[in-house]
């Protein structure tokens, strides 16, 4: 009995640690896309989602699938450095659905020279081999 207790309590700490290790990484695929953004680089933000017709971004104008669709949606929208102003992410959520999906809640802000528009996003990131990748976005 104490054997199978030690055991199963060795197991919850590398559980922990792993998933505090998942954590971080998913927070640092968000903190460069901010950096990247505020640098006036999509396709740096872009990094951080899934290069593949198979993403999901929901929007204010409904689904796009697609990498390629979802940054040339963004570069239409916003063409050039001063119209995309500076970005930062308020996270309310961050937690694991599965060991290869993680679920993302959180507020997003935008501030502009003539408006400060802002909303909520739910991401779902999925771990692709050792990189961890949005794979949905809803943003509204």
Not at 31 to 56: H, I, P, R, T
Not at 80 to 106: C, H, N, Q, R, Y
Request: aromatic share 14%; glycine share 6%; net charge negative.
């Amino acid at each position: 009995m104490r054997i199978a207790l030690f055991f199963a309590l060795i197991l919850f700490h590398f559980s922990s640690i792993s998933q505090s290790t998942d954590e971080r990484a998913i927070r640092e695929v968000l903190a460069q896309q901010v950096e990247c953004w505020n640098e006036g680089d999509l396709e740096c933000f872009m990094e951080g989602y899934w290069k593949s017709e198979q993403l999901v971004f929901i929007g204010s104008k409904g689904l796009t699938y697609g990498w390629q669709q979802t940054l040339d949606n963004y570069k239409k929208r916003y063409p050039d450095k001063s119209a995309m102003g500076i970005l930062s992410f308020e996270l309310i959520i961050v937690e694991p659905l599965s060991e290869d999906f993680w679920t993302v809640i959180g507020k997003w802000n935008l501030k502009l020279n003539s408006d400060n528009p802002n909303g909520h996003f739910s991401l779902i990131f999925r771990r692709l081999g050792d990189e961890w990748v949005i794979v949905s976005d809803h943003s509204s």
